[in-house]
């Protein structure tokens, strides 16, 4: 019998005794008001004779045609959009790796490179921001001719 007041000044201090403040969570799910390209994949074709000596960051500029439709009870004062990609290049901070090894894709956002992943405020629905798109190269790597391709994500985000 000595040992069960050791017994329960145990219990007492045991983390299990100790209780936890009651949570809830609750919200609305709601449709999201605004969409991009009509959830249609944007395509960007670079065309068929980009000349692996001629990609510079500068050569083959191409604007990225989008557009952003809200429902007409959304207030697009907190729109912003968000590019993102889970395949950066790893030699340039704003261009997304492609399927040929030392090729990226540069993003612009109003003539800025891109940091993936930050809001980029959109002021004006009919005038949303720039997007371009250029062949990058990695200085570490010969290119070799062949095709390529590259993914990523704009998605519309709402505070």
């Known amino acids: 019998m000595k040992y069960a007041g050791l017994i329960v000044l145990i219990a007492m201090w045991s983390p299990v005794a100790l209780s936890a403040p009651n949570m809830s969570f ?8 605004c969409t991009i390209n009509n959830d249609q994949t944007i395509d960007v074709p670079f065309g068929e004779d980009l000349g692996v000596n001629k990609i510079d960051g500068t050569n083959y500029l191409k604007a990225v045609d989008y557009q952003i ?4 009870s959304y207030s697009a004062n907190n729109l912003a959009i968000v590019i ?4 950066p ?3 340039d901070d704003s261009a997304v790796r492609t399927s040929k090894s030392g090729l990226g894709i540069r ?3 109003d003539s800025q490179p891109v940091m993936f992943g930050e809001r980029i ?9 720039l997007i371009q798109a250029v062949p990058v190269r990695d200085p570490a790597v010969s290119l070799t001719e062949g095709p390529f391709e590259a993914t990523l994500t ?3 985000d709402y505070l």
């Open 26 to 33: 609750h919200g609305t799910l709601i449709e999201p008001p």
């Open 69 to 72: 439709t809200c429902n007409a």
């Open 84 to 87: 993102d990609t889970a395949n």
């Open 89 to 91: 290049a790893v030699f």
């Open 107 to 109: 993003i612009l956002v």
């Open 121 to 129: 405020a959109v002021n004006n629905l009919n005038s949303p921001p």
């Open 154 to 156: 704009l998605r519309s």
